[in-house]
Nanobody, 115 residues
Framework: QVQLVESGGGLVQPGGSLRLSCRAS????????MRWYRQAPGKERELVAA????????NYADSVKGRFTISRDNAKNMVYLQMNSLKPEDTAVYYC????????WGQGTQVTVSS
């Protein structure tokens, strides 16, 4: 059974940092494009960052460029999202997904940026 489990969310003050992690129980993990999405209350789900299987290419939403960094460790079946200089508008549930033909989703982790 495929599982993606996110962790690392929480409450942080504006300007702070968090590191999200996503563990994927996938065979051939390195073949999957891994992505982080977020969904704020009343808003559509937004693609935040993506990374190719070998990690050679990354892509970011304009709203997070220069503040967020996506990375992966294929030996551990892990993908990460380092989030710096957090803003209240970053508040959302963050999800990771894995895409290689089929797409698998995690359950999400809440990130709240507030003073």
């Amino acid at each position: 059974q495929v599982q993606l489990v996110e962790s690392g969310g929480g409450l942080v003050q504006p300007g702070g940092s968090l590191r999200l992690s996503c563990r994927a129980s996938l065979i051939n993990f390195s073949r999957y494009v891994m992505r982080w999405y977020r969904q704020a209350p009343g808003k559509e789900r937004e693609l935040v960052a993506a990374i190719t299987g070998a990690g050679g290419r990354t892509n970011y939403a304009d709203s997070v460029k220069g503040r967020f960094t996506i990375s992966r460790d294929n030996a551990k079946n892990m993908v990460y999202l380092q989030m710096n200089s957090l803003k209240p508008e970053d508040t959302a549930v963050y999800y990771c997904d894995a895409a290689w033909g089929t797409v698998y989703w995690g359950q999400g982790t809440q990130v709240t940026v507030s003073s």
